[in-house]
């Protein structure tokens, strides 16, 4: 059995060596020029690294590898790297440069939000908490999905002093439940 293992193992170390899939140390260079210049032109509108280390790969006529080469992988991620440290240092993380190091999720995450008190009211008194959300009709859509999921009907009503209402029916039958969500 141990034999085995060290057929496997030494059989693994002989295919990293024979891995034709790495990049040339001159087209390493290329792409590194590549995405120094590309993060430095602030003309340039970046969505994230990856946007900028994958163009780079197409300006240097580099096919951009597959995980399953291994070395042309591993020299990709490090380009990967490369990219978010040169847009850091071109970008300098301002909050008026539009680069982001991710998706426009982590840019969302940052806007604004509100915090809205949500009481629920029924046969036990009330119980109440706080949420944040970017807007009322987040909180709305929240909640209607939730009695949506177990057979409510929803209504809401606007109150004079801006609070809503939230008042739930299944099969016609209005229930002795409702939620108040007020913004603080």
């Given amino acids: 059995m141990s034999t085995l293992l060290q057929n496997l193992y030494t059989q693994a170390l002989s295919e990293d060596k024979d891995d034709l899939s790495v990049v040339p140390e001159d087209a390493i260079k290329d792409i590194k020029k590549n995405i120094k210049d ?3 032109d602030l003309e340039q509108d970046w969505a994230n690294a990856m ?3 994958q163009k780079a790969y197409s300006v240097a006529g580099v096919e951009r590898p597959t995980p399953s080469e291994r070395s042309a992988w591993k020299q990709y991620e490090e380009m990967l790297m490369f990219a978010v440290n040169e847009l850091a240092d071109a970008r300098k993380l301002c909050k008026d440069k ?4 991710s998706s426009t999720v982590f840019k969302e995450a940052m806007e604004p939000r509100i915090s809205v008190r ?4 029924g ?4 119980k109440g908490h706080t949420v ?8 709305i859509d929240m909640v209607r999905k939730q009695a949506g999921s177990k057979g409510f009907e929803m209504d809401v009503q606007d109150d004079d002093d801006g609070s809503r209402l939230c008042t ?3 099969h ?3 229930r002795n439940y409702s939620v108040r969500l007020r913004r603080v």
């Fill in 168 to 170: 739930f029916a299944q």
């Fill in 98 to 101: 539009s680069w982001r190091m």
């Fill in 132 to 139: 944040k959300v970017k807007n009322m009709e987040e909180i």
């Fill in 172 to 174: 016609g039958i209005k």
């Fill in 51 to 53: 946007e900028l280390t």
């Fill in 118 to 121: 949500v009481v629920e009211l």
């Fill in 123 to 126: 046969e036990n008194k009330g």
């Fill in 38 to 40: 590309g993060a430095k």
